[in-house]
């Protein structure tokens, strides 16, 4: 993409409502734009980032054996009266009605509709197990929306739901949650923790947040710092056995792990004291077993190999795309600007021609545009006008993983600079070798 | 994927809600499944139909020059009070208080909040032109929705905007989309003809309706019999060459083609009698041309080469990907079932085991379904317990291009049959021919 000709308005000034770092680089990096409170348009460059971060995610939902679908955004009451939580559900549930005076909503969550969607079709334990996903707006109508796609209104969820014939079975599938969300966040470049939450009157301990730790982070976290070094599991994880996804469980919930709300300092202190790590995090999932309490007064049973009725155990399992877009970047920033882990980065390399409207400078950085993006990269090549100076800036507050930097001086020599974000580390090469520095993908 | 796995609630009855065969086969192929009134969730098979044209719809708005945003589905009142047409749109716009008793709505098109963003970043001409585009769910409360998908209340809509600094300006973006257009729905395996549509207060001949040719469509089209063997213009077109871009619009302009409404007796009589082609249709796209209706109000502005400030000229451009995945069905099925485009299909190959559990058919498709699955085809092998003609119907039914069909018989013989779902033609051939049959994608 020529940066000539790509929407990317990059703000100068400092936008005054963003109160947290990844609100203010997203607004400057032209990312996003308000577009009422709590509601963003996500322009190309934020677009291309959450598109990333959805891939990832649903490339190890599938991989973990989770089907997706496609839930509309507006839901019909009716569902919610059944389960109990119309009359729960306080102001967030933006309640609507439509030209028949029908009482309608925009979805927050979607436990009733899969549930309805389950009970309509799925009748024999044969056809378990089963989990459903879908990556989906949402509306939550918060008191006070803020930190951008942080804490916003309208959301971009990717919501799951397994579906099992008994507890063993739904134990099982929210392990394999459990463990696609280690390699999600892993792909993405953050370091995740699982921590014990909240399970309400459901009880058991089969309920987790992940939590990535940022020094900006929005609560207070406690955790024994083996978690570093943990290894996540590969992509050859076999989700088909059982026992071995149990183990890498067991393994990520041994160490003590809590956020404020679940801290034990009893607990707390039995962790040696040169392994202690309290940190800022921000909660980027959440897993969650319910058991029958959707299932039960929706009426949604399975027959079992005994040709009984059994209502079915049940679990969701819950990312925000969009707010994660904004996590990232609070894990992962300097002081000029966003550095993307290459899996997320809207683009792997800027290509930047210091002195655009030089015959040699165009001349090289033609060729290596065409040259880069044969070999497969994604490239935004800056042909702008502008000084060299604000080229630099700007590339670095986008935060694209490589620079490739063609002046006038370099090319009389032959030579190209490439400048690492993450690490500032720069490099000077022959042009011809370019190429293949970055091979099929940087 | 293997069926025995796979969420595919296929439905042997006729669902006696279905009016139009495209809603009954979507229903029956378990692609879909009904919510509320004119509202739907795409189920797996569904759900990857709906993906594939999108991607088509993305690749070929990008190639033209399209830009992808994503703006939020509730919108502001404001901006729609700002443009005057708050008041004008009906009892089709779903109206909303949140709990701050803010007016907003479940926006039913986007141009007040593009032109929202435009006017908030773009100064100068230097910058156009512009096509900003989105893909995102709409809502429009029909007082009647039905024929499933194809007249839904929620459904998915992929509308650009071109913003440029004069009329002539704005009359090449849209014959830049004029040509996408073409380009996307040759690629879903539809004839579609471009007829002028109303303009309204705006005049001139900048609107079309892209209508494709189906049996079961909703309206009376005509047009010369030309249309049939125009060429469509093919990837390498010149997107900018606006002079080459004209010529084809030009060409794909000048046989007569008109809606019911639009049709004039007169000009249709000049039509020699032999090419009168009188067909039902079915709109999947529309593109339009609106001036500064929304710039001005909106004081959407730039300043021109002249120094002065111009209201951009602005055009709007929609393709429903929900509707389309209907439309190629009303287009493409027969007694049977679905037959889907290569390009759309959900899958390119039902691997179909005739006898699940007969340990030579077993080993037999389980080598198919790796070797094809490497080669880069998409698979559903059907292993489930059935009967050979219950999967039969099945296959035909969900309409993939290719089935590959693995019996006992043939399989003593070191045998598979081929069948091509649209000719229906048959062909036996060696288990070790079948994965290079197919090659890298069939």
Redesign the interface.
Known sequence: MRLS???L?ILKENPREAEIVSHRLMLRA?MI?Q???G??????LG?RV?DKVCRIIREEQNRA?G??????????ADLWIESGRYNDYG??M?R?R???D?A?L?GPTNEE?VT??FR???KSYKDLP?N?YHIQ?K?R?E?RPRFGVMRS??FLMKDAYSFDLDFEGARAAYNRMFVAYLRTFERMGLKAIPMRAETGPIGGDLSHEFIILASTGESEVFCHSDFLDLPVPGPDVNFEDDAEIAGIVERWTAPYAATDEMHDEAAWADVPEGKRLSARGIEVGHIFHFGTKYSKPMKATVTGPDGQEHFVSMGSYGIGPSRLAAAIIEASHDEAGIIWPQSVAPFDIALINMKAGDSECDRICEELYAGLTAAGCEVLYDDTEGRAGAKFATADLIGLPWQVIVGPRGVAAGEVEVKNRATGARETMPVGAVVGRFGARP
């Open positions: 000709r790509y929407f308005p032209g734009r577009q009422a409170a509601s963003f348009s996500w322009l190309p677009k959450l054996g089907q997706e679908i496609l839930m509309p955004t507006i839901q019909s102001k967030e933006l609507i439509d030209r028949q029908r309608m925009y509709m309805d969607i309509a079709y799925v089963l459903l707006w509306f109508d008191v209104r309208e």
